[in-house]
């Protein structure tokens, strides 16, 4: 667009790379473009423009049909022709729309349009601005008004000019923010800085049907995900409930509760446990999640407990979880408001867990061994959705289906591995997906076998008396009965 900027403006393109600049002066993208126009009739236009297709104006943000001061505006309009165009008889057109031009009352004249920095895309005004030969910078990722940005070290002493363009350029935008450091702590968030705009990074979004606030600064939030979390809550079928260890402000929450099912949602950032409370009230769908701000192993241990006094009848039928047989607002609030309180299973058994926390969450499977109670767990083992990286780019699925393994100490029947998205070069963030092994699953001992009679048979193997503790006993007791059963 600026192809006949220096110019225009009487300054040598060299001169202008010579002084780059950090703040913007809009005026120096006001250009003066000298054109050949046809004025034709009004009623005219669209047979103009398609008989002289090719030959017409091409510029973003400038349009080829212009009003025609000169005549009453109902009457005539100005069509551009392309700059290519230069005399007034129209000598570079071919004789056929020469002729047509003079036979349907076309009239060249010479018309000046002037283009301003509206008529420039952020890209545009920045390779203007910017260095010569240094990268620009127009990729972010919108999070409501917020715009994510990675700038890099040669783009910092430039950080305010380029928040200030994005904001021109983009109206829904309130402000841009550049991410520091890397995400290096347990609640997955990380050091930003306002490059431009407002300071006040309390946003909303919609994501698969729902509606979301956050503070983008105190919690993590990714728009690149929205098709994963709709892939696994299309997955759930009626009447499943779902354990969301690591539910963030409940992007799989949510959606999964504004479809009718049930869930457990726990965060360990007290944040972002806020945030999923108030998005769980905001879309009305209390009475189907239960949230807790807790450790994820925690969070498990409490919810599958044995209950006091239990004398092996199954928990609550899944089909009348309290919580909805409370109904209205009063269960709304005791579902949403529920972090104070040890987790139970007031929905009943669970039939997925998700382990969103692909940094480390591979670490966490070590929570399933020796989690169920083959006395009291009266439904089957539960599917878990497991979210990884891996940086084996000839076969990621078979590395991360391997390490999954490593953690629990036995094979996994059936595992699959799907990748979600590129993250960076050589590294994949991917989900894998398998039910609890019953070699591992059962706690006590004689639990996999008490497990084996109850359902009829099944893959089973010696009982796990594992605990849930990081590299416990409970992962000990998994890697023998990983060989008692291999």
């Known amino acids: 667009l600026f192809r006949d900027a220096p110019q225009a403006l009487g300054t040598p393109r060299d001169a202008l790379r010579a002084r780059p600049m950090t703040a913007l002066d809009r005026a120096l993208f006001s250009i003066s473009l000298q054109l050949i126009a046809l004025r034709i009739p009004a009623r005219k236009c669209n047979a103009f423009m398609q008989a002289l297709q090719g030959h017409v104006l091409q510029r973003p943000k400038l349009k080829p049909i212009q009003p025609d ?87 910092l002493p430039y950080k305010a000019l380029i928040g200030e363009v994005l904001l021109d350029k983009n109206p829904r935008l309130r402000s841009v923010v550049n991410k520091v450091e890397s995400i290096s702590n347990e609640f997955r968030v990380f050091p930003m800085e306002v490059i431009a705009g407002d300071e006040d990074l309390e946003t909303t979004v919609r994501e698969n049907g729902a509606t979301f606030a956050l503070d983008y600064r105190e919690v993590y939030w990714n728009s690149r995900l929205e098709r994963e979390h709709r892939r696994i809550v299309e997955l759930l079928r009626p009447g499943e409930v779902v354990c969301d260890m690591m539910a963030g402000i409940g992007p799989f929450a949510v959606p999964a509760a504004l479809k009718g099912n049930r869930v457990y949602a726990n965060d360990l950032n007290p944040q972002s446990a806020k945030w999923l409370r108030t998005n769980v009230l905001r879309n009305k769908v209390g009475p189907r999640v239960r949230v807790s701000n807790s450790d994820a192993r925690a969070f498990l241990r409490q919810l599958l407990a044995p209950p006091q006094g239990a004398t092996g009848e199954p928990a609550a039928a899944a089909g009348e979880p309290a919580a909805e047989a409370a109904g209205g607002a009063e269960a709304a609030t005791s579902a949403a408001e529920g972090a104070g309180e040890a987790p139970t299973l007031a929905f009943g058994p669970f039939s997925h867990i998700l382990m969103n926390l692909p940094a480390s969450a591979l670490e966490f499977l070590d929570a399933l061994v020796g989690a169920f109670d083959a006395e009291t767990w009266h439904a089957p083992l539960p599917r878990v959705h497991c979210y990884c990286f891996s940086k084996e780019t000839a076969a990621p699925e078979a590395d991360v289906i391997r390490r999954a393994e490593e953690v629990l100490g036995c094979t996994i029947p059936g595992a699959e591995a799907t990748v979600v998205r590129d993250v960076a070069p050589n590294k994949l963030m991917l989900c894998v997906s398998f039910v609890v092994p019953e070699a591992v699953a059962w706690r006590g001992e004689g639990g996999a076998a008490a497990a084996s009679v109850r359902d009829g048979g099944g893959e089973g193997g010696e009982g796990s008396g594992g605990g849930f503790g990081p590299g416990g006993g409970g992962r000990g007791l998994a890697r023998q009965c990983s060989r008692g059963t291999a």
């Open 69 to 155: 001061g000169e005549q009453a505006p109902c009457t005539t309009r100005l069509l551009l022709l392309d700059e290519g165009i230069d005399d007034l008889q129209l000598t570079k057109l071919p004789d056929e729309l020469r002729d047509y031009v003079a036979a349907e009352g076309g009239e060249p004249v010479r018309h000046s349009v002037t283009i301003g920095y509206d008529k420039f895309s952020a890209e545009q005004v920045l390779r203007r601005l910017l260095p010569e030969g240094m990268e620009v910078p127009s990729a972010f990722e919108q999070v409501g008004h917020v715009a994510h940005m990675n700038l890099r070290e040669e783009h």
